[in-house]
């Protein structure tokens, strides 16, 4: 560490993300995540959101594999970031982070192509509608309905302490810190519209340089709900950018992504463009001109944005 002064200079300016700096993180390339570090300067100032898991009352907090429910895998990151272009992008937005699986696959993905480009996860981490309404029988179920006490947080996918209060948030911190990646993992506990907007608003003010390019929507899953999201998050996109997400299955999700797709009226893909998105097992659709859909699994979804779009 002594021996860069360069990098000494930059911590004395711009605190890293947490207390754990080395010169392996942040003597890189940009020092590490500057989209990143400029936004949480704006949002956070001195806040380090994963300082709560070390107070003592953050110790029912450990991570949790146990719902994995993403089905983004490392080859939809490259082939998103191929899309691009060669130029690697500031920032990736994820919009409905849950407790942190895809976000965190995201991340040692951009870390092993040895880019720079940040995560912002925009989410209110208080879970769906469907989380809600069946949480009493799944605890039924798996026989949850007995609170013992274990020292960790047990309960369904809202996993609800004592107090009726949802801990997805506090789950996804210790998940993300866990697996070392909180230093590109930048979380904004707040809902898709209003996070978008957000960072629309810092842009437009000069207090952000750039939008994100890419934009994995993985939030809404009801009908006209999915709608506004999709409409909010093309306006948050920076061309050149690619828009996507999954649970293409959902009836809500392809109503909603497709009419939207419709109104846009995209040119239709060459099918060298189309070709990116296939998959080994599964060749891309275009159901509407400008929508690449890989329809295996849940599906995944992607659109394309251009200067012009």
């Known amino acids: ?59 029912p907090y450990k991570p949790q594999d146990r719902y ?19 130029a690697a992008p500031p920032l990736w937005l994820e919009v409905g982070s849950f407790v942190g699986d895809s ?36 605890r039924a179920q798996h026989d949850l309905a007995k609170r013992v006490n274990t020292g960790t947080v047990t309960d369904g996918l809202l996993i609800m302490d004592e107090f009726g209060h949802s801990r997805i948030f506090e789950i996804f911190l210790a998940n993300v810190r866990g697996a070392g990646h909180q ?33 994995y929507l993985d939030s809404a899953h009801e009908p006209d709900e999915t709608m506004l999201e999709v409409r909010e998050a093309w306006q948050t996109l920076q061309a050149p950018g690619v828009l996507f997400g999954d649970d293409w299955s959902w ?33 891309a659709s275009q159901p509407m001109p400008g929508l690449a859909v890989v329809d295996q699994d849940d599906g995944v979804w992607f659109l394309l944005k251009d200067a012009s779009s």
């Not at 999700?253 to 419709?262: H, K, L, S």
């Open 68 to 86: 994995p429910d993403s089905h983004l895998t490392p080859s939809i990151v490259k082939t998103v970031m191929a899309a691009i272009g060669p």
């Open 103 to 138: 976000a965190i696959t995201t991340a040692r993905t951009l870390k092993e192509m040895g880019v720079n480009t940040g995560i912002v996860c925009i989410d209110p981490f208080t879970g769906m509608v469907d989380m809600w309404a069946d949480r009493k029988g799944v």
């Open 183 to 215: 230093d590109m993992i930048m979380p904004i506990r707040v809902s898709s519209i209003t996070g978008m907007r957000l960072l629309r608003n810092l842009h437009r003010s000069g207090r952000i340089d750039a939008l994100p390019q890419i934009i």
């Open 251 to 283: 009836p809500g999700v392809r109503q909603d992504v497709t009419a939207f797709a419709a109104e846009l009226r995209l040119p239709p893909l060459m099918s060298e463009q189309l070709r990116r998105f296939d998959w080994p097992s599964s060749p």
């Open 1 to 59: 560490l002594d021996s860069c002064a360069e990098c000494r200079a930059y911590r004395e300016e711009n605190e890293c993300w947490d207390a754990y700096f080395t010169p392996s993180r942040c003597c890189v390339e940009g020092h590490g995540y500057p989209a990143v570090h400029k936004l949480r300067a704006e949002l956070f100032t001195d806040v380090d959101p994963y300082k709560f898991l070390d107070h003592p009352c953050a110790s």
